[in-house]
């Protein structure tokens, strides 16, 4: 009889090994979920930012809002403002325009006085969802 309660602690030890390493794995696959969709919202903003300083730059070189869109290889794409004051284009994940893109990048520009410079406000969702918006401003804008 006194043989049995060794082998029975042994178990008892085994059991709780396993027991505290399933919960060590756990711990450690929710870290690396975790991560994983932290890298993948930064990389979403990251292509954000990327779209909207490249349009920011882009609005501040252009003479007229069809050189912008050449400059961004947008033209035929971009989808302009009824009242002319903005236009939208679609980027795929490559930061291309596409006509199925999943970047929405959208671009309104005012001009508050005769004499002000011309003033951008740049955006950049996806899913509906804003990731990352820019205001800009230029002078020297005539002819838009």
């Known amino acids: 009889m006194k043989q049995r309660h060794p082998l029975t602690a042994f ?3 085994t059991l709780l090994m396993i027991i505290v390493f399933v919960g060590i794995i756990l711990c450690i696959t929710r870290v690396f ?3 994983r969709q932290q890298s993948r919202d930064a990389q979403q903003l990251t292509d954000a930012v990327c779209l909207a300083q490249n349009a920011a730059e882009a609005f501040s070189a252009a003479e007229t809002p069809e050189e912008m869109q050449a400059l961004l290889e947008m033209t035929g794409i971009a989808q302009p403002a009824a009242d002319g004051s903005g236009l939208t284009c679609l ?3 490559d930061l ?3 006509e199925d893109g999943d970047y929405l990048l959208q671009m309104q520009w005012s001009r508050p006085a005769e004499d002000a410079p011309l003033y951008a406000v740049l955006s950049v969702s996806e899913g509906g969802q804003e990731l990352y918006s820019l205001e800009t401003a230029a002078a020297g804008k005539e002819g838009w």
Do not use: A, L, T, V
């Open 11 to 13: 178990y008892i030890e």
């Open 96 to 98: 291309r325009p596409s």
């Open 33 to 35: 979920g975790r991560s």
């Open 91 to 93: 980027f795929g994940k």
